[in-house]
């Protein structure tokens, strides 16, 4: 069967390796339909001194398929989380990290925060970007009636770090005024719409007016183009000077002391990523003056994967910038990485 292989920093390869065996009692055996890119996925390409790995490795770090073969039944393999129903056939998605099930932060439902985690499929770990492979039964999401496969891959990373920062990290609320910076990238868009969903008013900045126009589409509020306009004024003139309750960050040193400087006082600020690079300083006095709350978020839990699934089906979809073959994953990889995206990037197996 066909696996895409990272071999080398910016070298992957489409390789025949052998097929899982039956799935071992507990287990499940996922048909690979769609993987979802991301820039964990960039990341992992380029090469991260940190990352312990060991190549070559299978990457993908989220993806959606079929269930094509389910394990014994055993009585440990019947999970407080409940994947216990799951038939062949079945449409899922899976929980892109081999958390332990047992240390206090699994048994609490924050499986982002495993004490003993086995790492992240796609980047520590071989990933999703095959044609078969065995998961644990617990770590298995149905995906519901109507969701497509090429959108509920979004579901795992891109879906729920946007869930868990918004609602379980920033703790945003209905009627509150947030800023997401990069709107037309894949979290950014997932943003916009579930504040959108709630009833808060949504700035949003962008790179071109292209995108402008794309991400208003989408409900934003108001767009801000950063490279012709300073974004952190125009926030201020838009809230009145007050500020805004919430700023959702990915971006990293480029926009991060602009994002802190657009909060009101208490205001919070949710960071999942640093896509421009790792450090910067910030202002202390401004920090505790101002109260400000600065939240990082990596990750999610099985339940924010659940929640996200749950909106798909409500019509809070992905966009989707392209759909490309497994021959095309680095093409797809080269066009995140260059942010000429609008969206997510989808590789889909046939
Ligand atoms: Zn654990």
């Given at each position: 069967?066909?696996?895409?292989?990272?071999?080398?920093?910016?070298?992957?390869?489409?390789?025949?390796?052998?097929?899982?065996?039956?799935?071992?009692?507990?287990?499940?055996?996922?048909?690979?339909?769609?993987?979802?890119?991301?820039?964990?996925?960039?990341?992992?390409?380029?090469?991260?001194?940190?990352?312990?790995?060991?190549?070559?490795?299978?990457?993908?770090?989220?993806?959606?398929?079929?269930?094509?073969?389910?394990?014994?039944?055993?009585?440990?393999?019947?999970?407080?989380?409940?994947?216990?129903?799951?038939?062949?056939?079945?449409?899922?998605?899976?929980?892109?990290?081999?958390?332990?099930?047992?240390?206090?932060?699994?048994?609490?439902?924050?499986?982002?925060?495993?004490?003993?985690?086995?790492?992240?499929?796609?980047?520590?770990?071989?990933?999703?970007?095959?044609?078969?492979?065995?998961?644990?039964?617990?770590?298995?999401?149905?995906?519901?009636?109507?969701?497509?496969?090429?959108?509920?891959?979004?579901?795992?990373?891109?879906?729920?770090?946007?869930?868990?920062?918004?609602?379980?990290?920033?703790?945003?609320?209905?009627?509150?005024?947030?800023?997401?910076?990069?709107?037309?990238?894949?979290?950014?868009?997932?943003?916009?719409?579930?504040?959108?969903?709630?009833?808060?008013?949504?700035?949003?900045?962008?790179?071109?007016?292209?995108?402008?126009?794309?991400?208003?589409?989408?409900?934003?509020?108001?767009v801000i183009n950063y490279r012709t306009e300073r974004f952190e004024g125009v926030v201020r003139k838009l809230t009145g000077k007050r500020g805004v309750d919430v700023a959702f960050e990915h971006v990293g040193p480029e926009t991060f002391n602009g994002s802190l400087l657009c909060l009101k006082r208490g205001g919070?600020?949710?960071?999942?990523?640093?896509?421009?690079?790792?450090?910067?300083?910030?202002?202390?006095?401004?920090?505790?003056?101002?109260?400000?709350?600065?939240?990082?978020?990596?990750?999610?839990?099985?339940?924010?994967?659940?929640?996200?699934?749950?909106?798909?089906?409500?019509?809070?979809?992905?966009?989707?910038?392209?759909?490309?073959?497994?021959?095309?994953?680095?093409?797809?990889?080269?066009?995140?990485?260059?942010?000429?995206?609008?969206?997510?990037?989808?590789?889909?197996?046939?």
């Open positions: 069967m066909r696996a895409l292989t990272l071999v080398a920093d910016r070298k992957i390869e489409l390789r025949d390796v052998a097929a899982p065996p039956r799935p071992a009692p507990g287990e499940v055996q996922i048909g690979i339909r769609a993987v979802g890119l991301n820039h964990l996925d960039v990341w992992g390409w380029r090469g991260m001194a940190f990352a312990k790995r060991k190549l070559p490795l299978v990457v993908g770090v989220e993806a959606a398929g079929e269930v094509v073969a389910i394990g014994p039944p055993s009585r440990a393999s019947q999970p407080a989380t409940g994947s216990a129903g799951i038939k062949i056939g079945d449409r899922v998605v899976a929980y892109g990290a081999l958390t332990c099930d047992n240390c206090k932060a699994c048994r609490e439902g924050r499986d982002n925060l495993c004490e003993n985690v086995g790492g992240i499929m796609g980047f520590h770990v071989d990933g999703f970007a095959r044609d078969r492979l065995n998961m644990p039964a617990r770590l298995v999401i149905p995906v519901p009636a109507g969701v497509s496969l090429r959108d509920a891959a979004c579901a795992p990373v891109a879906f729920a770090t946007v869930q868990h920062m918004l609602f379980d990290n920033a703790k945003l609320e209905p009627g509150e005024t947030i800023l997401v910076q990069a709107g037309g990238s894949g979290i950014g868009s997932a943003a916009i719409k579930m504040a959108k969903a709630i009833g808060c008013t949504v700035i949003t900045t962008v790179g071109d007016d292209d995108k402008a126009a794309k991400v208003k589409a989408l409900g934003a509020d108001h919070r600020l949710v960071t999942c990523g640093s896509t421009s690079g790792q450090s910067t300083t910030i202002n202390l006095f401004q920090l505790y003056l101002q109260q400000y709350r600065i939240f990082g978020s990596f990750g999610a839990s099985l339940r924010n994967v659940r929640e996200s699934l749950a909106k798909m089906a409500t019509g809070i979809t992905p966009v989707i910038d392209t759909e490309v073959s497994l021959a095309e994953f680095e093409r797809g990889l080269a066009r995140l990485e260059s942010r000429q995206v609008f969206g997510k990037i989808i590789v889909t197996f046939q």
